[in-house]
């Protein structure tokens, strides 16, 4: 993925499932197409099961600040 959204949320009370997912429907909305990739900070991956939102593949990256999904599509998934 070269090009993709990011999208800040910083609530604590949702599972990270649940906020990725309204992330990927926001995109969705947006652009037209259902985003399959999502980057986060490493820090987020700790503590609860995470568990991927269907059809999404969520990894880490140290340049992605806490509390920041970067969202896009990673053409050679599709």
């Known amino acids: 993925m070269n ?17 990725v997912g309204q992330a990927a429907e926001y995109y969705s909305r947006k652009y037209g197409t259902r985003p399959n990739v999502c980057v986060v900070h490493p820090k987020t991956l700790t503590g609860d099961e995470v568990i991927e939102p269907e059809g999404m593949k969520l990894s880490s990256s140290p340049t992605v600040l806490p509390g920041h999904f970067w969202l896009g599509v990673d053409e050679g998934k599709t």
């Open 3 to 19: 090009v993709g959204m990011l999208w800040l949320d910083d609530d604590r009370g949702s599972t990270l499932s649940t906020r």
